[in-house]
């Protein structure tokens, strides 16, 4: 029997080979799953010294469950779906991959936000039309001297802010986490949320998903926006209150959307955001690249390997949970 038991909750990979011979020479066997409920992982998973995890909801039942985990590293950067409060309480340690995926997500920011101002989804689909007629096109603002508003200016806002920059963007920023010096450094100016909507003609959301930030882009905030602006969505759906969004968009008081997440993925097939014509939508891709795949499973795997050798991970998320570690050995 081996020494460690290591329980994969649900993956995007073709196989996890190479990771299942690394952990054999551990001592430690790897069982996979693919689990949608809290049933299916509880029952994969409440012997497990440690979890890697994707998309399962982690869940306070779930964490409860657990007998022996150590730690919980989600393959990806957003930890919406584990309950970290309950991990804390439990002396479960909870990580992410930060930092795989900053250029991919802020390429596809910046991508869509090209798209959206040159109306690139409209003119390709006027080329293949008989007509071929660039009148048909809605009217197009150039790109320099526009304004793009950044709400969050974390690793990946400030990465969007560097691409943003060489297009000759004008970039406000909205973070009460980054400080004025910081925003200095970036060439971003900081200010407050309202001013950012008013004056933005592009609005990128870069702000992890948690209490304060779900349904933060609502009604009212889509209300401040200019009818002539577009949003651009590449961090958690939930962000975005959906309805509303569909809403500003059907009644033309935004331009447009690109949004690479969704409230509910995938979309139900009757989504009314699909029937959009002036949405961009891409299926929650912005992360992937092949290098950006590697490297994620490599951080996931590697933080396990320290935590199963007696060290702490590189990107604990809930380091208040070393205190409780701390006093359940001296117990």
């Not at 304004?147 to 560097?162: D, K, Y």
């Not at 008081?253 to 969704?262: E, F, N, P, Q, S």
Request: net charge neutral; with cysteine.
């Amino acid at each position: 029997m081996a020494r460690y038991r290591v329980v994969v909750t649900d993956h995007l990979f073709s196989s996890m080979a190479e990771e299942r011979d690394m952990f054999a020479q551990m001592d430690t066997e790897l069982v996979e799953g693919q689990c949608r409920g809290e049933d299916e992982i509880i029952a994969l998973s409440s012997t497990a010294d440690a979890i890697l995890n994707t998309y399962a909801p982690i869940t306070e039942k779930v964490i409860d469950a657990l007998e022996r985990c150590r730690v919980i590293v989600r393959f990806g950067i957003g930890v919406d779906n584990v309950a970290v409060e309950a991990a804390t309480r439990r002396g479960i340690m909870v990580a992410n991959t930060t930092d795989y995926c900053i250029d991919e997500v802020a390429d596809q920011a910046m991508a869509l936000l090209l798209a959206l101002a040159r109306g690139l989804f409209h003119s390709a689909k006027i080329a293949r039309d008989a007509t071929w007629d660039f009148k048909r096109m809605p009217s197009l603002t150039r790109i320099r001297g526009q304004t793009l508003g950044l709400l969050g200016v974390g690793r990946i806002g400030s990465a969007m802010a560097a691409r943003a920059k060489g297009f000759g963007l004008r970039i406000l920023g909205y973070d009460p986490y980054v400080s004025d010096e910081m925003a200095r450094q970036m060439e971003v100016q900081r200010v407050d949320l309202d001013t950012l909507l008013r004056q933005s003609d592009f609005v990128s959301i870069h702000v992890p998903l948690n209490s304060e930030t779900t349904g933060m882009v609502g009604e009212e905030v889509l209300r401040k926006m200019k009818p002539t602006a577009f949003l651009i969505n590449v961090a958690r759906g939930k962000i975005v209150n959906q309805a509303a969004l569909c809403q500003a968009l059907q009644q033309g008081r935004i331009a447009g959307a690109a949004l690479d997440v969704l409230e509910t993925e995938p979309p139900r097939l009757d989504d009314p955001i699909l029937q959009l014509s002036n949405v961009i939508l891409t299926p929650h891709s912005a992360w992937y690249s092949e290098e950006s795949r590697a490297e994620m499973r490599r951080r996931a795997v590697g933080q396990v390997v320290s935590v199963l050798k007696g060290e702490l991970p590189y990107s604990l998320v809930n380091r208040e949970v070393l205190q409780r570690i701390g006093r359940q050995k001296n117990v």
